[in-house]
Antibody
Framework: EVQLVESGGGLVQPGGSLRLSCAASGFTFSNYGVYWVRQAPGKGLEYVSA????????FYANSVKGRFTISRDNLKNTLYLQMGGLTTEDMAVYYC??????????WGQGTLVTVSS | EIVMTQSPATLSVSPGERATLSCRASQSVSSSLAWYQQKLGQAPRLLIY???TRATGIPARFSGSGSETDFTLTISSLQSEDFAIYYCQQYNNWPRTFGQGTKLEIK
């Protein structure tokens, strides 16, 4: 069974940093691209970042470019999102998702990031 | 960036009836269009990819159509479990973009 489990969310002050993790199991992690997608409270889905199966290529939404860094460890079957310069606009549930060639086949349950002083 | 526009924002339909949801892209995305269903407090679930291919385990009452800029998700006979929010997403271009969602509610 494919499983994606996010962790690392929590309360952070404006301007602060946080690293999210997504532990994958039930499939060969190194064969798939993976994404981060977020959802602010009461709002819709927003693509954040993606990384190819090998980690050679990364992609970012304009809203996070230069502040967030996506990475992966294929030996640990884990996806990461290093977030910096956080603002209240970044407050959301962050989902990781496995890509099936661009569409998102499997999703984790999400981890909540709260930005507040 | 490709803008995805969904209509209507809210759709009220009675159980057993047909629902038709629309998604329009600001430029062609070929057939690189997916639909997701999200229920309150849950992660999204993939319904349709490639504009018209049902994902594994998705009932046949869900169907997708369209190409280029205009897409439709049809639910042929609404069941109680289908009342949720539906999102479209294009994956033809970077950055990937989602529509703002259509809330399907019970009439």
């Amino acid at each position: 069974e494919v499983q994606l489990v996010e962790s690392g969310g929590g309360l952070v002050q404006p301007g602060g940093s946080l690293r999210l993790s997504c532990a994958a199991s039930g499939f060969t992690f190194s064969n798939y691209g993976v994404y981060w997608v977020r959802q602010a409270p009461g709002k819709g889905l927003e693509y954040v970042s993606a990384i190819t199966s090998s980690g050679d290529s990364t992609f970012y939404a304009n809203s996070v470019k230069g502040r967030f860094t996506i990475s992966r460890d294929n030996l640990k079957n884990t996806l990461y999102l290093q977030m910096g310069g956080l603002t209240t606009e970044d407050m959301a549930v962050y989902y990781c998702a496995r890509s099936g060639n661009g569409y998102l086949e499997y999703w984790g349950q999400g981890t909540l990031v709260t930005v507040s002083s | 960036e490709i803008v995805m526009t969904q209509s209507p924002a809210t759709l009220s339909v009675s159980p057993g009836e047909r629902a038709t949801l629309s998604c329009r892209a600001s430029q062609s995305v070929s057939s690189s269009l997916a639909w997701y269903q999200q229920k309150l407090g849950q992660a999204p679930r993939l319904l349709i990819y490639g504009a018209s291919t049902r994902a594994t385990g998705i009932p046949a009452r869900f169907s997708g159509s369209g190409s280029e800029t205009d897409f439709t998700l049809t639910i042929s006979s609404l069941q109680s479990e289908d009342f949720a929010i539906y999102y479209c997403q294009q994956y033809n271009n970077w950055p990937r973009t989602f529509g703002q969602g259509t809330k399907l509610e019970i009439k």
